[in-house]
């Protein structure tokens, strides 16, 4: 079975960063698409990062602030999140397939492995 569990969220002042993971367990994540997603309750889920065999993708939203990347020795992938702002406060996902379709990477509907979620707050 698939398992990804994340950790790393927390609660931090504006302008602070934190650093999430995820560790992924049934599949290798230098085989899949490893992605981040958020979401605040009443909301769709937003890609915020993906790693793919063709480079790292970021939403608008985020780019120049966070940067995703794995370790695959660890089979875990990482958010570090700089200048953080109160609106990037949500639950983080960590989401994985080993097929996406270029262009659909930032489409949660394309996702078939989710991780628990972890709690992000900024104020």
């Known amino acids: 079975d698939v398992q990804l569990v994340e950790s790393g969220g927390g609660s931090v002042q504006a302008g602070g960063s934190l650093r999430l993971s995820c560790t992924a367990s049934g599949l290798n994540i230098d085989e899949s698409d490893m992605s981040w997603c958020r979401q605040n309750p009443g909301n769709e889920c937003e890609l915020v990062s993906s790693i793919t065999p063709r480079g790292t993708i970021y939403a608008d939203s985020v780019r120049g602030r966070f940067t995703a990347s794995q370790d695959n020795a660890k089979n875990t992938v990482y958010l570090q999140m700089n200048s953080l702002k109160p609106e990037d406060t949500a639950m983080y996902y960590c989401?994985?397939?080993?097929?996406?379709?270029?262009?659909?990477?930032?489409?949660?509907?394309?996702?078939?492995?989710w991780g628990q979620g972890t709690q992000v707050t900024v104020s």
């Open positions: 989401a994985s397939d080993s097929v996406i379709l270029p262009g659909r990477e930032l489409e949660a509907s394309q996702y078939t492995y």
